[in-house]
Structure formats: C-alpha cells, structure tokens
C-alpha cells in the first residue's frame, strides 16, 4: 500500500524555524522526484521545492533562500527546513513522491 505520512508542522512566530517531514511507504523511493507544495485557503496549490532523484533542486521565488529541501533515500524521507518563517508562509503543506501526495500537515506563523 503506497502512503506518505507527514510529520512536524507546528504554530511558530516569524522570523523563526520549523522542519518538515514526509516519510514514503511502498514507493521505489530512490527513483522518485520529490517536492512540497502548499495551499492557502482560496488558492491553489503552489510548488514550494522540488528534488530530483539525480540531486537537482529547484525552489519558488518567495522562499529560495530560506527553505532547503533534502532527501535520505535509506529513510525514504523528504524534509523542507524552513527558515525566517514569514506570515505569508502560513498555508497546509503537502509533500509530493513520484505522483503521489500526503495527507497535509498546517503550518502557522504569527505576526
């Protein structure tokens, strides 16, 4: 059964920190491009960062900089590491492996 299980999403201030975590349950895991998109309410689901298999990442403007993407293919885990969090980061999170999406996890950030 294919799965992807997110964990650490959490209410933080701004200018703090928060990691993200997406572990992948009957997927060819080191194979697979991985990513995290996130979602506003009344908005769409917008990529936030990308990683291919092969290492190359690519990021959406308002967080390069800030968020790192990585992957541990022995723990078939993606993370997003989320720095200088902005209140404009504030949306449900998801991760995305090889055409597949969690469940969503909320992150918060107070002004």
């Known amino acids: 059964q294919v799965r992807l299980v997110e964990s650490g999403g959490g209410l933080v201030q701004a200018g703090e920190s928060l990691r993200l975590s997406c572990k992948a349950i009957g997927i060819n895991f080191g194979i697979s491009a991985v990513g995290w998109y996130r979602q506003s309410p009344g908005k769409e689901r917008d990529l936030v960062a990308t990683?291919?298999?092969?290492?190359?990442?690519a990021y959406s403007d308002s967080v390069k900089g800030r968020f790192t993407i990585s992957r541990d293919n022995a723990r078939r885990t993606v993370s997003l590491q989320m720095n200088s969090l902005k209140p404009e980061d504030t949306a449900v999170y998801y991760c995305?492996?090889?055409?597949?999406w969690g469940q969503g996890t909320q992150v918060t950030v107070s002004s």
């Open positions: 995305w492996v090889s055409g597949r």
């Open positions: 990683l291919s298999s092969g290492g190359n990442q």
